[in-house]
Nanobody, 129 residues
Framework: VQLVESGGGLVQPGGSLNLSCAAI????????MGWFRQAPGKEREGVAV????????????YYADSVKGRFTISEDTSENTVHLQMNSLNDNDTAVYYC????????????????????WGQGTQVTVS
């Protein structure tokens, strides 16, 4: 499975960006996809993830507390793509954002922990300034 990200860039505080992640390949084995980020000098953290349409359970989404109410994750099943709409951005959101995907047929124990994910994109820079 290959993950192709797009949509990063430079935005002013209070602005919005939309990130996209397209999964290519054997996507029917994926059960959860989402976004992580890593700021300079900080550990990678989970931002938002969603169980995909191929997951046999509910399509639940999980968000980091720092982005709740500002970010929305969604899935376009026809395109095998996950979108992250980011609103009310502030300088704490500046980071490299990575798309991630997990395989399997059961729910993840910790959906916002990076070790639950087997596939990763190359990363896209988001700068709020």
């Amino acid at each position: 499975v290959q993950l192709v990200e797009s949509g990063g860039g430079l935005v002013q505080p209070g602005g919005s960006l939309n990130l996209s992640c397209a999964a290519i390949g054997k996507t029917n084995v994926l059960n959860c996809m989402g976004w992580f980020r890593q700021a300079p000098g900080k550990e990678r953290e989970g931002v938002a993830v969603i169980y995909t349409a191929t997951y046999p359970g509910d399509s639940r989404a999980y968000y980091a507390d720092s982005v709740k109410g500002r970010f929305t994750i969604s899935e376009d099943t026809s395109e095998n793509t996950v979108h992250l709409q980011m609103n009310s951005l502030n300088d704490n959101d500046t980071a490299v954002y990575y798309c991630a995907a997990a395989i399997g047929r059961t729910s993840l124990t910790y959906p916002l922990r990076d070790y639950e994910y087997q596939y990763w994109g190359q990363g896209t820079q988001v700068t709020v300034s």
